[in-house]
């Protein structure tokens, strides 16, 4: 049983460029979140996707985006890299509906720099 | 406001021996999950184990357990009989209803040999 898949597990992008960052859920899951982590903080939610839609979205610009396939896995776009932006970035799956008790699975996560 | 409270930067412990990490949260929500996560140094957060605020014991998981103290919002995690690849970041996180999950600062935690 796959569990959370991330790529690429390093990536080095210039300040300015754009970057896409991939995540495949654990089998059988529907609901994608994504997570920024920086160095030595907890993970700040960014988004949720179901069905192809962004449901929730946590207090990050419109510079960061994302999308759903209907295989479910999922993509998170940022564009105009800030310096600020390097983190490890957390992908996460679950089943809908999402309720109180519902366990989210994590991916290993994708280590962004931006230089 | 922060939501979730975790005041230890860091613990050191004994193998062997217990220990116990803070977490305190914040919601005025009457239905709410506290969970634990593990975060060594690979990455991946690790699920530990769970508490629902209507749930009447704390909750266990092998040598993990969960100190729930609903009138003070208090969700401590006690690790028993700690090992040596216990050594890791460890956050406490809360899912308020159907939102998503917000997480503490962590706290990493050092086991001597």
């Known amino acids: 049983d796959a569990g959370v898949t991330q790529s690429p597990t390093h990536l080095i992008k210039t300040r300015g460029q754009q970057v896409t960052l991939r995540c495949s859920p654990k089998?059988?899951?529907?609901?994608v979140s994504w997570y920024q982590q920086a160095l030595g903080q907890g993970p700040q939610f960014i988004f949720q996707y179901y069905e192809e839609e962004e449901r929730q979205r946590g207090n990050f610009p419109d510079r960061f985006s994302g999308h759903q396939f209907p295989n479910y896995s999922s993509e998170l776009n940022v564009n105009a890299l800030l310096l600020g932006d390097s983190a490890l970035y957390l992908c996460?799956?679950?089943?809908?509906?999402?309720?109180?008790?519902?366990?989210?699975?994590f991916g290993q996560g994708t280590r962004l720099t931006v230089v | 406001a922060q939501k979730i409270t975790q005041t230890q930067p860091g613990m050191f412990v004994q193998e062997k021996e217990a220990v116990t990490l803070d977490c305190t949260y914040d919601t005025s929500d009457p239905s709410y999950g506290l969970f634990w996560y593990k975060q060594p140094s690979s990455g991946e957060m690790i699920f530990l184990i769970y508490?629902?605020?209507?749930?009447?014991q704390n909750a266990t998981e092998g040598r993990y357990s969960l100190n729930f103290q609903k009138a003070r919002k208090s969700a401590n995690l006690v690790i028993s009989a700690s090992q040596l690849g216990d050594s890791a970041m460890y956050f406490c996180?809360?899912?308020?209803?159907?939102?998503?999950?917000?997480f503490g600062a962590g706290t990493r935690l050092t086991v001597k040999p």
């Open positions: 996460a799956s679950s089943l809908w509906p999402v309720g109180v008790n519902t366990e989210a699975f």
């Open positions: 996180a809360m899912r308020e209803g159907p939102n998503d999950m917000r």
């Open positions: 508490q629902g605020s209507y749930d009447q």
């Open positions: 089998s059988g899951h529907d609901t």
